[in-house]
C-alpha cells in the first residue's frame, strides 16, 4: 500500500536536509586533518560506508538471500558499485572547489535521472516538467559559480567541478538502479545493506593506494565521520531510496537541489563563505524550477485520472 503524500513529503524533507549535512562535516574533516589530499578524501568515503554497513549490520539477519531475486541483488550490487564512484568523487571535489559550487553541480542530477529515466525505462518528460529542469538547473549553476570572491573557493575549480560532476552522474545511477531493485522485490533494509556493503568493500583498500592512513588522525576526524554516516548516510540517503520507490525519481532528485542552499548556508555560518548576489538569484531559479516540475507532474496526473 503506498503511503499518504504528507509521509513521503516528510521523509523525503528529512532526507535532503540530512544530505545537506554532508559538505559541512566532509569540510570539517578536512580542516580537522590539515589535508585534503585524495588519500584522505577515500578514507572519508570509506570510513563513512563501513560505519553506515555496520550499523545495519543487524538487518542482514533478515535479509534472506536466497529468498531474493538474483536480479533484485545483482542490481543492488550495481547500485553500491555506482555509490563507490559517488563518494569519493564528490568529496574529493569539496576540496578543490567551493561547497556551493561542488554541491550544486553534484546535484545536476535531475538531467541525467530525467535523461535515463526516458532512455531506459520510457518515462515521458512532459514540456511543463522539462521547463522546469531547465530553470531549476539555470538557478543551480548560478549558485555553483556566482560564489567567486567568497570564503574557501579551493585550490583548483576546475578540477573540484569536474570531480563533482562525476558524483552527479554516479548518483544518478545508483537511484535508479536502487528503485529497480527494490521493485524487483528487495525489501528497502535489505536493499541499503547489499548497496552501502558493497560500496564499503571497494572502497576499504583504496585509501592505502593513494598514500591515505586510517590511523593516526585527531578525534574529531573520526567524530566527523560517525556523523557523515548517520546524518547524511542512514537517515539521508536512506530516505532517499525509500522516497524514490513511490515517487518519480525525477521528482527525488528535483528535491535534492535542495541541498546546495542549506549546505551553503552552512558554509557561510562555519566557513564564511558568503554568497553573492548571484548566487541568491539562482536560489529563487531553483525554487521556481522545482514549483514549475511539480505543477507540471501535477497537471499529468490529474490527467491520468480524467481518463480513467
Keep these: 500500500m503506498k503511503p499518504p503524500v504528507w509521509k513521503i ?22 580542516e580537522a586533518a590539515g ?20 550499523i545495519l549490520l543487524p538487518t542482514w539477519g533478515k535479509v534472506r538471500l536466497s529468498q531474493q531475486s538474483a536480479r533484485a541483488i545483482g542490481l543492488a550490487v550495481a547500485a553500491g558499485l555506482f555509490l563507490a564512484v559517488h563518494f569519493p568523487a564528490w568529496i574529493t571535489s569539496l576540496g578543490y572547489t567551493s561547497i556551493a559550487a561542488s554541491t550544486t553541480l553534484v546535484t545536476t542530477n535531475p538531467i541525467w535521472v530525467s ?5 531506459w525505462f520510457r518515462e ?30 579551493g585550490s583548483n575549480p576546475i578540477l573540484g567541478n569536474f570531480l563533482a560532476l ?6 544518478s545511477f545508483y537511484l535508479l538502479l536502487g528503485r529497480e531493485a527494490q521493485r524487483q522485490g528487495i525489501s528497502l533494509g535489505g536493499y541499503m545493506a547489499v548497496a552501502y556493503s558493497t560500496a564499503a568493500l571497494v572502497l576499504l583498500p583504496m585509501p592505502f593506494l593513494f598514500g591515505g592512513t586510517y590511523a593516526g588522525h585527531s578525534p574529531p576526524v573520526y567524530f566527523y565521520i560517525l556523523l557523515m554516516a548517520i546524518l547524511p548516510q542512514l537517515v539521508g540517503h536512506s530516505g532517499l531510496n525509500w522516497a524514490v520507490l513511490w515517487m518519480s ?28 548576489i548571484q548566487v541568491f538569484a539562482g536560489a529563487v531559479l531553483l525554487l521556481a524550477g522545482v514549483a514549475v516540475v511539480a505543477i507540471g507532474h501535477g497537471t499529468e496526473r490529474q490527467g491520468h485520472k480524467k481518463e480513467l
Excluded: C, H, N, Q
Aim: no cysteine.
Design 115 to 119: 535523461l535515463l529515466s526516458w532512455i
Design 35 to 54: 589535508t585534503r589530499a585524495l588519500g584522505f578524501s577515500l578514507v572519508l568515503a570509506a570510513s563513512r560506508l563501513t560505519l553506515a554497513a555496520l
Design 249 to 276: 525519481p525525477t521528482l527525488v532528485t528535483l528535491s535534492i537541489l535542495f541541498e546546495p542552499l542549506g549546505a551553503s548556508f552552512g558554509g557561510y555560518l562555519i566557513f564564511g563563505e558568503v554568497p553573492t
Design 124 to 153: 515521458k518528460i512532459t514540456s511543463t516538467s522539462a521547463t522546469g529542469i531547465a530553470i531549476a538547473i539555470a538557478g543551480g549553476i548560478l549558485i555553483g559559480f556566482g560564489d567567486a570572491g567568497s570564503g574557501d573557493l
Design 166 to 171: 562525476i558524483g552527479a552522474w554516479a548518483v
Design 9 to 30: 513529503t516528510l521523509v523525503l524533507a528529512i532526507a535532503v536536509l540530512a544530505i545537506s549535512t554532508s559538505a559541512i562535516f566532509s569540510r570539517l574533516a578536512f
